[in-house]
């Protein structure tokens, strides 16, 4: 070549490569970054199928003070002291288990935890005690469990 | 060639000669007879060129490998081949895949006896899995330079143990379900990410049809192309890595009047083929201790497959694949066990969910990942446990032990409750 090729480096900018091989590298790299985010949303499902968390239980009449009543399709136990009531959560705080109704309270068939009547854990590997979960009355004199709102153990909804 | 060979030969030459002619377009070379022809087949044979033309007499020993590896790639391979017969038969939806395995079970020719071979393979691979690692450990050939096959491998059995666990769910009964449930929980207790996994990996809050599509795919598809892709990187830096591990101490016959070279750039000229290669090229015919891959190499692997189907088949043939009630989500078993490569896991999440389900099994996982970088004692290569590797051998011998121990315990001695029972 005729024409002298002019030192980048010692005009101190960039070379026009150099900054084309960023600038793609930077396009290539983060189109790969944001196919593996999208494809992330993409599993994480929008709807599910499963029973809804807000549900219906009857009317108080249908627990008679006394009662410890575990509605296993909800996986709550319904608990009525007089004019309290309560639902307790039957799914085992361990591993997903279904505990049953116990004479001390509840207990897991999988893994051997025990909890007493109010859910605190007595024994076995169960990390935290079972969640209460809100009641309300409905419009229609029924009552509501909202499993998404848990409350206080010991919270109880007068009726 | 002389000028009369380029004439075209006649129609019915060409006719007659035609099975001939198909026959070596396929096969360049007839069934070798002398060593040329053994290193041609090898080379130009492309299920062949897998296999190096010649390997070390040590890769041949019987007792030295085991055959394990071999064995898990075969029981992979049967995996594969009655996964996708079970496939033709199987639907992955709540209300019909329990149906479907009665199906198999009473109408579909042989469907029971896939499903065994299915079952029983995938309980094998897990194990020689298992058992291929350890031979690797005792005789130390996770060393340089083949500390990334190591890692490979260990990459390898976490997905054989992913398959299972995803196959585990696919026949939708009482075992399956509790046993997914139970396994998903845990992925649950990872810091951070762990309910954000289990939400992804069902693709809902519980067990149900999501999980079970989910599972479905992972299984027939995902995990078995990502398994592939694997597995042919961990063969293939076999022969990078220089083979299989061997005794360091290599006889160099002087006084036979054969020297084996060494690599000196400047003095010779050598194919860049050879300096890629570093420092397992071997120049001119040294003695090395090496015999023919053919027939020597390929009829040990015959033996390997042959032992493997049959003890495959005849376990089938004697032991059905268990299958439970169907699911019922309000009645777990009691106890509600995973499958018995679990059970030590299991066992551990017994005492506590995050150090036993995660904290631990993370730890022995990066302590194997990490093996070939904290052990670096160059000695005791390519021997069955080296006194010059005491320290590391013990270390995992009694990691490994520790496991059986925890998997016997939560096999045979964990009743109702996961309370201590006695098994006799």
Redesign the interface.
């Known amino acids: 070549m005729a024409v002298p090729k002019p030192d980048p480096q010692a005009s101190g900018q960039m070379p026009r490569r150099s900054l084309l091989a960023w600038f793609s590298s930077i396009g290539l790299f983060g189109s790969a970054a944001l196919a593996v985010i999208s494809n992330l949303v993409f599993f994480k499902p929008r709807v599910t199928y499963s029973p809804s968390a807000r549900f219906s239980i009857g009317k108080p009449d249908e627990f008679p003070p006394g009662t410890r009543i575990a509605r296993e399709v909800d996986r709550v136990c319904v608990v009525r002291d007089g004019n309290r009531m309560a639902a307790i959560s039957t799914t085992c705080t361990h591993l997903g288990c279904i505990v049953a109704i116990s004479d001390t309270g509840f207990a897991c068939p999988c893994h051997g935890s025990h909890y007493d009547q109010d859910g605190a854990v007595t024994g076995g590997p169960a990390p935290k005690a079972l969640p209460w979960f809100k009641v309300t009355l409905a419009p229609n004199g029924e009552l509501e469990v909202d499993k998404n709102s848990p409350v206080e153990p010991g919270t109880y909804f007068t009726v | 060639m002389s000028a009369p060979a380029t004439k075209s030969p006649g129609l019915w030459t060409s006719v007659r000669e035609l099975p001939s002619n198909v026959w070596s377009s396929i096969f360049r070379h007839p069934l070798p007879s002398n060593d040329l022809e053994r290193s041609q087949t090898s080379f130009t044979n492309f299920f062949l060129h897998l296999h190096p033309v010649k390997v070390h007499r040590n890769t041949l020993r019987p007792v030295y490998t085991l055959g394990l590896g071999l064995i898990s790639l075969f029981l992979f391979l049967i995996l594969v081949v009655t996964g996708v017969l079970l496939m033709f038969y199987y639907v992955p939806s709540t209300t019909q895949a329990y149906d479907r395995m009665l199906d198999l079970r009473g109408t579909v020719a042989f469907g029971i006896f896939l499903r065994n071979m299915h079952r029983w393979s995938a309980h094998g691979m897990v194990a020689m899995v298992f058992l291929h690692m350890c031979r690797v450990f005792f005789t130390g050939a996770y060393k340089k330079p083949r500390e990334f096959n190591w890692i490979i491998g260990v990459v390898l059995l976490l997905l054989t143990l992913f398959m299972s666990f995803t196959g585990y769910l696919l026949p939708w009964d009482q075992l399956a379900f509790?046993a997914i449930?139970?396994g998903?929980?845990?992925a649950g207790y990872a810091p951070l990410v762990g309910s954000q996994i289990k939400?992804?990996l069902l693709?809902?809050?519980?067990v149900?049809?999501?999980a079970l599509l989910r599972f479905y795919v992972l299984h027939v598809a995902v995990l078995p192309a990502i398994l592939s892709v694997i597995v042919a990187i961990h063969f293939w830096r076999i022969r990078k890595d220089g083979g299989l591990s061997r005794p360091e101490t290599v006889p160099a016959k002087t006084d036979s009047g054969v020297v084996q070279l060494r690599i000196e750039p400047g003095k010779r000229v050598f194919g860049l083929q050879g300096f890629v290669r570093g420092p397992f090229t071997k120049i001119g015919n040294v003695p090395d201790d090496s015999v023919y891959s053919w027939p020597n190499l390929l009829m040990a692997e015959l033996f390997v497959f042959v032992l493997t189907v049959s003890i495959i088949l005849v376990v089938s043939l004697a032991f059905n694949a268990p299958l439970e009630q169907p699911v019922n989500v309000?009645?777990?078993?009691?106890?509600?066990k995973a499958p018995w490569y679990f059970l030590g896991l299991?066992e551990m999440?017994?005492?506590?969910?995050?150090w036993g389900g995660i904290g631990v099994p993370t730890l022995f996982v990066v302590l194997l990942l990490f093996a070939p970088f904290i052990d670096r004692n160059p000695q005791g290569t390519g021997r069955w446990f080296a006194r010059e590797r005491l320290l590391a051998n013990t270390i995992f011998m009694s990691l490994a032990v520790l496991n059986v121990i925890f998997i016997i315990i939560g096999t045979f001695f964990r009743g109702?409750?996961?309370?201590f029972v006695s098994p006799f």
């Open positions: 509790w449930t139970v998903t929980s845990i939400f992804l693709g809902d809050t519980v149900g049809q999501e309000m009645h777990p078993p009691n106890p509600a299991q999440v017994s005492y506590s969910a995050f109702p409750n996961w309370t």
